[in-house]
T-cell receptor, first 114, second 111 residues
Framework: NAGVTQTPKFQVLKTGQSMTLQCAQDMNHEYMSWYRQDPGMGLRLIHYSVGAGITDQGEVPNGYNVSRSTTEDFPLRLLSAAPSQTSVYFC?????????????FGPGTRLTVT | SQQGEEDPQALSIQEGENATMNCSYKTSINNLQWYRQNSGRGLVHLILIRSNEREKHSGRLRVTLDTSKKSSSLLITASRAADTASYFCATNGGSQGNLIFGKGTKLSVKP
């Protein structure tokens, strides 16, 4: 199994541009989530999904959209990038949503918005 | 908002010594997890302890949980240079599997 994969690894955007961060998992996990990690802030939850067709907001959802059309994929869209969105983004998945299991993390996407 | 707060923020020890990191949280939890993050990498799950457990072991890792004090500790025994990483606690209060992470402890183990 590849586990959780994320593309791209690095991205530089100009303010106002849009882009999609890709996330895929091959473990048939129900639960998927997106976090951002900023220096000294730990990880903060952006959006999460408990199954195909079901998404919900986390702690810091503004400026981001998600969709989950398949079990495997959970893309994160930045609609109009802002410098405040400069961060490292991690996608994670877990076996089930109704019981807590360990989360498996992707390698991250380092995004810089100028 | 951060639920867990790790202490200390940074820890530097010699290889072979034990490393202890603490985590405090604010609200009631179903379970608490510890993760490791090597520089520039994603997080890796280390251990999960449920709210009705007091202690758990996994290899050189020992985790304790005191729900009355809302705190947990992670002990790494006989540390190695390869243990150099940031360590995060994450709590779950029951909301659909969502985890709330602390800010982490940066551990440096010198050979």
């Amino acid at each position: 199994n590849a586990g959780v994969t994320q593309t791209p690894k690095f991205q530089v955007l100009k303010t106002g541009q849009s882009m999609t961060l890709q996330c895929a998992q091959d473990m048939n996990h129900e639960y998927m989530s997106w976090y951002r990690q900023d220096p000294g802030m730990g990880l903060r939850l952006i959006h999460y999904s408990v199954g195909a067709g079901i998404t919900d907001q986390g702690e810091v959802p503004n400026g981001y959209n998600v969709s989950r059309s398949t079990t495997e994929d959970f893309p994160l869209r930045l609609l109009s990038a802002a410098p405040s969105q400069t961060s490292v983004y991690f996608c994670a998945s877990s076996y089930s949503w109704d019981k807590v299991y360990e989360q498996y993390f992707g390698p991250g996407t380092r995004l810089t918005v100028t | 908002s951060q639920q867990g707060e790790e202490d200390p923020q940074a820890l530097s020890i010699q290889e072979g010594e034990n490393a202890t990191m603490n985590c405090s949280y604010k609200t009631s939890i179903n379970n608490l997890q510890w993760y490791r993050q090597n520089s520039g990498r994603g997080l890796v799950h280390l251990i999960l302890i449920r709210s009705n457990e007091r202690e758990k072991h996994s290899g050189r890792l020992r985790v304790t949980l005191d729900t009355s004090k809302k705190s947990s500790s992670l002990l790494i025994t006989a540390s190695r240079a390869a243990d150099t990483a940031s360590y995060f606690c994450a709590t779950n209060g029951g909301s659909q599997g969502n985890l709330i992470f602390g800010k982490g402890t940066k551990l440096s183990v010198k050979p």
